[in-house]
């Protein structure tokens, strides 16, 4: 019988090595997993290479998982917001490397992995300086530069709700990156409000199919503020 619910989170972090490439869903706090990060701070796995669209708020979530010296190399689209005070100062002590990737280049390198695309041609960044050391081609009159699959050990996302087989739905702007990172790794790790049984969920309204996830954990809800921190007791 397949069962992909986990018992706890650390129960499905347990196979995190060090020096993985891990995928985290979220687009700023929307969809962020933030019980998945803080199970991998506990479950101690370093030297990551993580993926992610920022590159952490203020001492939470992601930035958390910086401050604790587990990562090695952040791969994002924006780096620096009001809050990313983690971020910086490790950048400027040379503590952590910085791959800046446009955000659309992001999200189509995950999408070409999940696809099995080995490479394409993409018109954004030509003649900046995150184009430098690339090869370039002009199609039809257009410059393109040629671009890599983004590949991950483990994707760390949030879902809405989910099944015993993996099968997800998510809630609005929280599904972000979540489907294409869920494709890009060997293994997809998933946190869900609602598990329902099989056959609950509308086949039309599944986005990720059970194929890609590997564990699902129920979590609790909790109430945020905007901004989507939690709110003090």
Not at 25 to 46: V, W
Not at 74 to 83: E, G, K, L, N, T
Not at 170 to 177: D, G, K, L, T
Request: hydrophobic share 40%.
């Amino acid at each position: 019988m397949i069962n992909k619910l986990a018992d706890s989170v650390a129960q499905a972090l347990a196979g995190v090595k060090d020096g993985a490439t891990v995928l985290i869903g979220g687009f700023g706090t929307a969809g962020i997993p933030g019980e998945l990060i803080d199970g991998l701070i506990a479950q101690g796995a370093r030297d990551l290479t993580v993926v992610n669209n920022n590159a952490g708020n203020a001492d939470q979530g992601l930035a958390a998982l910086l401050k604790a010296g587990q990562v090695r190399k952040i791969i994002c689209s924006f780096p620096r917001q009001v809050d990313s005070y983690v971020f910086d100062e490790l950048y400027r002590n040379g503590k952590l490397e910085l791959e800046l990737v446009p955000q659309g280049n992001l999200a189509e390198r995950l999408r070409a992995a999940g696809a099995g695309i080995g490479a394409f041609f993409c018109p954004t960044a030509y003649g900046t300086e995150l184009a430098a050391g690339k090869e370039t081609r002009e199609i039809n009159g257009k410059h393109y530069v040629l671009e890599y699959p983004i590949h991950g050990d483990v994707a760390l996302i949030k879902a809405e709700k989910g099944d015993r087989w993996g099968n997800l739905t998510y809630r609005m702007s929280a599904r972000n990156f979540g489907p294409v990172m869920a494709t890009a790794a060997k293994t997809t790790i998933a946190t869900v409000h609602e598990v329902v049984e099989l056959g609950a969920l509308d086949p039309e309204a599944i986005v990720t199919p059970g194929i890609y996830v590997s564990h699902v954990v129920k979590i609790d809800r909790t109430a945020t503020q905007a901004g989507g921190f939690k709110k003090s007791a």
